[in-house]
């Protein structure tokens, strides 16, 4: 026989299952197709004492017409948010110039998962980061960072980071710096790993990558890219850092200064494994270093590697070794025009 009181006990037991505590909604939100409802849930998201997740809708373009605060289309990343991005985009559709994302230091921590980040702006001088500025630990997971800009002398096209910057399975594309890291600039700790940096463009050096600190950079591809001073692939300046199973070509350098038409090493202690420094190009007239420039006491360690078919428009279009010292081991340097290494021969490559 039914009864009652056995009926409304267990509605209400399964009421209290269902029913989720209020922080634990405030930290997975499933986030409806609008930019408002992004705007509010990044803003709800940094209140959680803990990690917070949000669920963006499935294909939606989230488009930001008006800034949420000075120089940016979100609020600021003060806690440690989760954007499952389900195949989304985030873009900036406004006369006004914002980047999307700002990550704040200590406390902000960011991961972007399956997501675009598109058309962001920074017009805010030094600070940087068209699409995004990361100030904490920036880590993207299988997304893509395209057509961004940082204006007015700011470095990082599509990203400037200062803090920690995780890129894996990612894409960062034709974006524009007027000052240097087209695609990426990082002045703090990058480790990238199997992610394309290509079609990005600097006024100054690092047209696909600007690298300060440290570097790890493994199983990617850096291509046509460009930059008019130096570094049109990478550009290493102070730092330490080694590159693995990675691909640099097709970039560009346009003016006779270092050169260095697919890696500028300056002033640091590089080391690349099993890397392809290929048809890369220093085209002023005089310019050296299409492949490799090595330059102001740097350190240069080439292993199983090889540095081909590059053009400089000054010898040596292979590897420009100027106060520094390069040590080769198991790798070719061959067929650069106009030769392969300068000034002087040192071991294992002959002009």
Known sequence: MFRLGVFAATTAALATVVALPAAEARAQ??????????????????????????????????TLTAPDNPGNGLPRVTGDITVVGNGSTIRRQSATAFRIFEVAAPSGRLTLNNLTVRGGRSESGGAGGGGIANHGVLTLNSTTVTRNVSAISGAGGGIVSSGTLNLRNSTVSHNISTNNGGGVY????????NTTLTGNTAKDTGGGLDARGSL?????????????????????????????DTLVQGNDTAEDNEGGGGILNRQSTLTLERTTVFANRAVETGAPGGGIANVSGASLVLRNSSVADNYAGG?????????????????????NYPTNCAPGVFAGCAD
């Not at 790890?216 to 130096?230: E, F, I, P, Q």
């Not at 100027?322 to 080769?328: G, I, P």
């Open 186 to 193: 990082s002045s703090g700790t990058a480790n990238i790993s």
């Open 315 to 335: 010898a040596p279009g292979g590897i420009y070794n100027n106060a520094s010292t390069v040590s080769l081991t198991a790798t070719i340097v061959a067929d």
């Open 216 to 244: 790890t950079l493994g199983g990617s591809r850096v291509t046509d890219n460009a930059a008019r001073l130096d570094g049109g692939g990478i550009s290493a300046f102070m730092l330490t850092g080694t590159v693995t």
């Open 29 to 62: 939100q499933f986030v409806p197709c609008t930019a408002a409802a992004l705007t509010s849930a990044v803003a709800t998201a940094n209140s959680v004492a803990g990690p917070a997740h949000l669920f963006l809708s499935p294909g939606c373009t989230y």
